[in-house]
């Protein structure tokens, strides 16, 4: 019963210290060697709704993919109730422990949340960059990409590269608004930075109560290409 009411079957395991044997009844483990997320039982997942916010760390982390019926639960879950600091502390987990946390924003555009939930990452899919610049392609792609590659960086300690991660997320947020082909036909950004702080605000201010991580966030956001000048 206990088992039954965990998020996840790899979280729903126990071992029987006194007879030294697995307790597996949803069959967790090999769930985990196949890389799978599932669901326990999808009546009692829906009871707290915080368990989206968990699949979503969790994939990225494990690089593990939810089944067809936790997607579906995910697709359709009211997520509204949950509070403010318990998004995001799963938010911190997914950006400080995934190798690849790309793999949350695809599964969210891919089970249709990301315009819902981030619509300000949602609408950077198809804007278009100078490809003598950006070769990866729009800045959907590009954001993705600067996040993965700040993920492989070393850090001196979890709020840095906290900082780091969110400031990597939002950097770009902006270009929807500032893009634009100038008259020879290239494509120009220019002022992006100043709508990408105000963006990452108003985003972040949505999941996170940490109103300094938020400022220092937008600071670099806003500077992220002054080095340019010097």
């Known amino acids: 019963d206990a088992a039954e009411r965990r998020d996840l079957t790899m979280n729903s395991m126990a071992y029987n210290l006194k007879e030294d044997r697995l307790e597996d009844p949803f069959h967790g483990l090999d769930d985990l060697r196949r890389g799978v997320l599932r ?18 760390q969790f994939m990225a982390r494990f690089g593990m993919k939810p089944d067809a019926e936790l997607n ?7 997520i509204s109730s949950v509070s403010k600091e318990s998004v995001g502390q799963e938010l911190k987990k997914w950006l400080l422990y995934a190798p690849k946390p790309s793999i ?9 949340r990301l315009a819902e939930l981030f619509p300000e990452i949602a609408c950077l899919k198809y804007v278009e960059q100078s490809p003598i610049y950006h070769p990866e392609g729009d800045v959907y792609e590009h954001t993705k990409q600067v996040l993965d590659a700040a993920a492989k960086l070393a850090y001196e300690n979890d709020e840095e590269k906290l900082l780091i991660m969110l400031a990597a997320l ?21 002022g992006h930075e100043l709508y990408s702080a105000q963006h990452a605000r108003s985003m972040l201010g949505r999941y996170m109560v940490d109103k300094h991580l938020i400022d220092e966030v937008a600071k670099l956001v806003a500077m992220h290409m002054e080095p340019l000048s010097f």
């Open 170 to 190: 939002c950097h770009d947020l902006g270009k929807k608004e500032a893009t634009h082909y100038k008259p020879d036909g290239s494509l120009t950004s220019k």
């Open 72 to 78: 579906k639960l995910c697709k359709t879950i009211d």
């Open 39 to 56: 669901a326990p039982n999808a009546q009692k997942f829906s009871e707290d709704p915080l368990r989206f916010w968990r699949v979503m």
């Open 104 to 112: 949350a924003l695809d599964w969210l555009d891919e089970i249709g």
